[in-house]
């Protein structure tokens, strides 16, 4: 059977930074046997461990400059500036998956979904709402077909 990891990340006290965990909430309900799902505030190098035994990983996270609603692209492992921080990149998590392991990581996807208000406190914005449910809708397409 496939698979597949979802990792949202990003703070539920900042509006439109709580759009990952969001999106994983909406998933979780559809309850596949190939899903498991993962949220955290940030990524951290100690999230390699947490990609082991899948076929794939989607990363979601909310983004400022992304597309209108959302915008999928792929993550290959790259070493980047990130590792001077506790917070790194999905890429620079694959690429400490591949130092680790010593193999290739899963192949992985990142999934942003446009945010426009991150300060602290702020509620979800009504625009990134609505690019939420087109999200939603989207990746639940995708994912019946894992069943």
């Excluded at 994983?24 to 082991?52: F, G, W």
């Amino acid at each position: 059977m496939h698979k597949l990891l979802f990792f949202g990340y990003g703070n539920p006290s900042r509006g439109d930074d709580a759009l990952g965990p969001l999106l994983i909430e909406r998933i979780n309900q559809y309850k596949l046997p190939c899903l498991t799902s993962l949220v955290d505030m940030q990524l951290m190098v100690e999230h390699a461990a947490d990609l082991t035994g899948y076929n794939q990983v989607v990363f979601v996270d909310a983004d400022v400059a992304c597309k209108i609603p959302f915008e999928f692209s792929e993550v290959f492992a790259s070493k980047d500036d990130s590792y001077t921080s506790h917070a790194v990149t999905p890429a620079a998590l694959l690429y400490t998956f591949q130092q680790i392991y010593r193999c290739p990581p899963p192949p992985s996807l990142l999934l942003r979904i446009r945010g426009y208000s991150f300060e602290l406190g702020d509620r979800l914005s009504k625009q990134a709402d609505s690019n939420l449910q087109a999200a939603s809708t989207a990746i639940r397409q995708w994912l019946l077909q894992c069943k």
